[in-house]
């Protein structure tokens, strides 16, 4: 349990500047994770943290002490690759107790180590095999019981759960979960699906080109996006951003005019960013109080228990949401009810929320 | 794949050539080594396993064959030792147009042919040869020393040419072997705090075991036989101090005119050479 | 028709001579071509008998005489009594060398195109320096002198013996016999080996204790002729014990030595062995009149001279020797002189199994010098391993 | 909590980059010595070539003479017979890396994609053949050599050579194919290739690298051969690099300069090509085509 | 558009039989969607589709033709990989000219197919790229390309969006479910995801150790299930299913008794396996006219717009379902409401489902 600053970390690859001056501080014991699009400089602050990469510039402290110059192994942390990097020709058992026979721990200590992490993890029974004959699900436990056996002050993970299908990832998130709110260590978790920032994070910090975008809690994150990169990153299916003109009374979306409040400060003839959640756009039968606007069902996704319902609007791919036992024709016309008090406003040119 | 055909037209170019060319020379030298004075005689006598029991007996044939295991594996572990340690070097994290420059260096000694390497290296071991006389600049020899010509010296001498001479072959495989490790798993035993040795041992080669397991028996079966590199180096000698199977046959066949004798010294060669072929596709087979 | 010629002679510093005179026969004889197959000398005994065993050997063959005996047990050489017997020969057979023609089984089976006498060369200034002012003629001057230009300095000897395993190992036969022979010893009687006698006993003997004395170049058991001839030129040795050919490579690789050369070193006996290119025709060869064409041409006195001047020999028909005396050289007067006195001897070419021999010996002489073995123990065993691979 | 001390930045920065200098300084330094060491010899040849014959046994020996002697080049590269040799040289290699990357890559494209009857035992035959020393089957081969008409011609040398390459090229192209995904024959399938088409449009892109470092095995094995480079031919213009150096070494002596010099300059080109190809012979296999 | 007869298909490797009889009979125009757990035997029959496995027994049928013995080339079908398997060395043009190329179309109609069909994936940009500069999407894209280029009567998918994440694979699935209204190509589709079995099917086959287990619509699989085995395989999170005894007036839940109706047939004692989704299990303020029972909130997991809540009935973990904005603690004992009205009862033996 330690806590982590990073404090204006610059990383060069080259000319090409992949971190633009990174400030993330971290609190003992917190689960921070780092969310955003592929290359945006995720997995290069973590591997700079772990001691992977070299930094061109600013200062990394874990505990109490500026690690810039230490080796990985002096760090205090321990890590999980996304392909998992066990050792193909070792056993499960020596997968785990690799880096506490490197330590010269004696073969007694280890060995309880060893047991009493695999107990946690259930993998008691898979000691003797080796990496090759396990499933991915398997192998992921391995990867974290290494991790974990090492009693780390920091753990980092980078990706680990994208290799896994869908209904293994579900499962696994949860025991990643259970497993810190046990051990309660300090964890920087990289990874490009919300979902997981959503259930794990403490905070989450949002990445985009090499510098950090919005960071918070979930909660704030979800609810009170910054910016119109944030609020269309989060959330699956994403938010639906429409850019409209502000009219006297409302919106102009597309051919449709919406009737609503709008953010004062705004003048009619402005060019806006409209941002709305699917789960707000909904059949004006489920949402009686919302603003209505007709619009034509392009496209009906089942998804059992609901429904996503694609709508055109003007130029716009508008997404909407319905109960799983809904019954609806693609083709149909349908009156919408917009849920206006979950709605966002962004500045069309620079992307900031206006509130 | 549906075609039933194919494959074998596709093997049929290959097995005859080798087949058109190499069956009867290989039918042939069992043969000889069944018959008495093939060759010199127009007639040749047939006695069966007479030559084996006479080569069986023959103590000279038994002091080649120790000196040939000595020789293959002094040499094939030579070629692993430098061949690996000088991937690992030459593929570490240095300047491109280096790294190009000094794998080309280090890969000069593949591309001479024997009679030079042989006479070169003689040259350089002969007594008043460049090799003794750095030694005794160095202070590490009072005075030169024969290194060909003296039989305790001698076969060191031998394997450090064929060192020299093979390691580039075991470097290439095991370079291109060494691109196929995942960059992941040195990162994660750097973390679990591995040093250099460690990774090597615990990453690198176990890693590369197939290709390393695989190159050593090609290696081991091809150095078994090796002729040209002993024969004009040493000849076999000081007296027979140097003398491998591969040099005894030559001898047989073409200093003494005894061609089944030196058939028959093949045929046991080919079986030793036979078992290592089937320890090299059984783990092959493990591995696919 | 056409013939083939198998021989090393185009590969050694002959540049052009031998394709020149395959074109002058040519011309001379419209209706036969020659083609001049070149092999490297250590290679020439090899591809003889594996061409013969896939029958495709060369019609006229370059042959050395201690070949003699193995071709024969193959069955690889024409008889060529009949052919010397003929009227219309362009030379005299009494005027060839003799040495190669003694016969073996009976005939003869081989004539010589050149002929080259064992020599010892000398480096005169390493002699005087060491004190004396004549070169030695006796084994006990020799044996003083090689001791004394050993002690002039570090790697300077005395003499070096060239007794490497390396193929084609013959080191002994190079330095061994000539020695042996100027001692009146031999090796052989008549066909079969008599090694352990005391004249060799005494020559090894005498080999020994100039090696214990210091006097002989060290690292014997992996010197090659070639290096052996290397060091003296270089000015490394005092003495060398070689044919005689080989004064025309010191002089002009080495222009400044105060080089001579003188008969190996005796105890009064006028014996030399004797080493030359020789010409032989294969058994198997369709064409043998033309190959006898051939032999006949080049044992003319005229062309048998100059193919001895291009090679710097003697020429194997002793009615070519005036020819060659006009333009030669003080030490190849020398040697003529040595031709005309002395005794040649030559022994290999009825031994059985000599290539093997000449291993047997190297290896025992190896043991020898390096304190393993007696010079009896020595003898001893290689007659007993000679006559053991005869069989 | 205590406070924390922050640098001024650079300080650490500058001494995490001096170590990794220090590693490559050491990796250089390393790599140099033992370099000079390994190619040492080379350059000893390169020095004999560069010195009258007297000079190759001066005491003590001398790695760069007082003067260069540039005889021993200048008679070889007068001299059209090294010329030929050369060229028979280069001939042979090339030709012999060709058809047994083409005929080997069949067989081992065979080897990997098919289970076929008598598949093992095929492969018995084709690796037991490379396993008598070849010196004993000289006589026997050149037999068979002589019985197909191409005794003492550059077609002999090939066919021989190609005996003794398409064992290890079959081996080691279908080691190499064996690491290519199925994915790619059966995506190429249903594209509408045949077979060859498979291995020839789609595989081989992918074996580039298997099939460089097969190339240079292959070509070093031929431009090295003595032995029935010797017996297999005659006439001097179908004699090989090896050869030509053998016939340097004489009965009355060696010319050091000229075999040296001989040598050097015939392996240059090899030199050259090696180090145009082995960006290839160590590269990134089927980058990108299927998901890691 | 070619329909597709499946009959009696029979796979045997070796000894060991992958495929028992499957019949499946698809209508020109169809997507049918395969899935099932790893090793069911999907790609088997797929493959067997395409040509690239023979088939032990049974016949294939595509449009009018039986293709048993048949190269893939001559059946009218493409296919997409789960890998994608495109060809490392070819430039993304190509890749998807390649199959053209190879049935000597003049180059001209080649060019124009392939710059129609770019431009539909929006791989226009790309085209002169190789697959090694690609991220995973596009070459995701590419693939399908590769595939559409050929304008097949019949599209076979292995698992195409296995290996994008949470995003793209979401935006690809909503892609490929387009390019089907539009090209209104018979589909089979292969996937062990149930949400993109859900939203792309007309027919969903699932299959289990080499056996159907139950076909029909995404509707009827999803809300009328057979077995035991399709209830808990279709839904994410899983269908909750518990074994339970039957009481008198209800069932118990470990030690929690719910007061229900249970179906006819069912006596006090018979032992049975209880299933309901986790949208049927909610707070009791969420759905006051369900079965209710108090139970402790064990973890929490925010989703976004929904929570999902995990609590501990006996030895069973409980999953339900609250609003992305709901405020609870975990550890708290919460009451719970299930709605039974989409409960499921299973035969504990043989997993039928009990009506
Ligand atoms: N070794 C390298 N050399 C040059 N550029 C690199 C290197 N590693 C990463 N980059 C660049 O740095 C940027 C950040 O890469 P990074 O791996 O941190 O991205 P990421 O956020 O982890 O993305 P992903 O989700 O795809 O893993 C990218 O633009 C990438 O191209
Ligand atoms: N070439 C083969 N040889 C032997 N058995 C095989 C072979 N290919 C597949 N199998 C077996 O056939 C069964 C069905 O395999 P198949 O690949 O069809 O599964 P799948 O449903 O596609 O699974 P996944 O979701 O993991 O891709 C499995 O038990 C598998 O082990
Ligand atoms: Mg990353
Ligand atoms: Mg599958």
Known sequence: MSRIEIRNLVKMYGTHQALHGINISIQPGEFCVLVGPSGCGKSTTLRMVAGLETISDGEIVIGERVVNGLRPKERGIAMVFQNYALYPSKTVYNNMAFSLQLSKMPRAEIDRRVREVAEILELTQLLERKPGALSGGQRQRVAMGRAIVRDPEVFLFDEPLSNLDAKLRGQMRAEIKRLHQRLKNTIIYVTHDQVEAMTLADRIVIMRDGRIEQQGTPDSIFHDPDTVFVAGFMGSPAMNLIDCVVTPDGLRLGETDLVCTTPEGLRAGDRVTFGIRPDDVRPAADLPNGVHATLPVDLIEQLGTEKLLHFRAGPHDLIGKTGGRMDLAEGSAQTLAFDMAHAFFFDADTGRRIR | MTTRGAPYLFVLPGLVILG??????????????????????????????????????????????????????????????????????????????????????????????????????????????????????????????????????????????????????????????????????????????????????????????????????????????????????????????????????????????????AATVAVSILIISAAFTLLYLRNEARRV | GEIEWLQWFAAEDTTGFYDKLVADFEAQHPDITVKLVTQPFGKVRESIVTDNAIGVGSDVLGLNMPWTKEFLDIGILEPLDDYLAREDNSFDTADLIEAPLGKIDGKTWMVPLNAFPFVMHVNMELVRKAGFDAPPSNWEEFAAQAKAISALQDGISGVGMPFSSQPPSNGPILTFLPLLYANGGRIMDGTTPNFDNPKVVETLQFLKDMNDAGSIAPGAASRTGGVDLEEFIAGRTGFLISPGVHSSSITSRNPDLDYTLVRVPSNGEKAYRVHGWELGISADSDNKEDAWTLVNYLLSPEVNAKAAVAANALPGNLAALDVVRKGADKTLIKQIEILEGDTPVEEMRQSPKAAGSWSVMTEELQAMLRGDKSPEEAAAAVQARWLELAQ | MTEIVWHDSPGRVVNEERRRRWRQLTVYAALTAITFVLVFPILWMVSVSLKPTTETFSLPPRLIPDELHWGGYAKVLADPKFRTFLINSYVVGLAVTFLSLVIGTLAAFAFSRYRFLGDRVAKLFVITTQMVPTITLLIPFFGVIVFLGVYDTLWGLILTYLTFALPYSIVMMNGYLDTIPKDFDEAAAIDGCTPLGVLVRVLLPVAMPGIISTAVYTFLLAWNEFLFALALTRSLDVRTVPVGISMMVGEFGLKWDEMMAFSVIGSLPVLILFMLVQRFVVGGLSAGGVKG
């Open chain 2, 20 to 261: 058109a060319l190499l069956s009867v020379p290989l039918y042939k030298v069992v043969e000889y080594s069944l018959y008495d004075n093939v060759i010199v005689e127009h007639d040749p006598t047939y006695v069966g396993f007479g030559n084996y029991t006479t080569l069986f007996s023959d103590p000279s044939y038994w002091s080649a064959g120790f000196n040939t295991v000595v020789f293959t594996v002094g040499s094939v572990l030579g070629h692993m030792i430098v061949g690996i340690g000088l991937a690992l070097l030459v593929n570490a994290d240095i300047n491109a147009r280096a790294r190009t420059f000094f794998r080309s260096m280090l890969v000069l000694p593949w591309i001479f042919t024997a009679v030079v390497v042989a006479l070169n290296w003689q040259l350089l071991l002969n007594p008043f040869g460049l090799i003794n006389y750095v030694l005794q600049w160095l202070g590490l020899i009072s005075e030169p020393l024969d290194w060909l010509g003296n039989p305790d010296y001698a076969m060191w001498a031998l394997l450090l040419i064929s060192t020299w001479r093979g390691y580039p072959f075991i470097m290439v495989s095991f370079l291109s072997g060494l691109q196929t490790v995942p960059k992941e798993l040195y990162e994660a035993a750097e973390i679990d705090g591995a040093g250099f040795w460690h990774k090597f041992w615990h990453v690198t080669l176990p890693q590369l075991k197939p290709v390393i397991y695989g190159v050593a028996l090609l290696d081991l079966i091809w150095t078994f036989q090796l002729f040209p590199l002993v024969w004009l180096s040493t000849g076999g000698g000081p007296g027979r101090a140097t003398e491998v199977l591969s040099t005894l046959t030559f001898r047989l066949a073409f200093v003494d005119f005894q061609f089944s004798q």
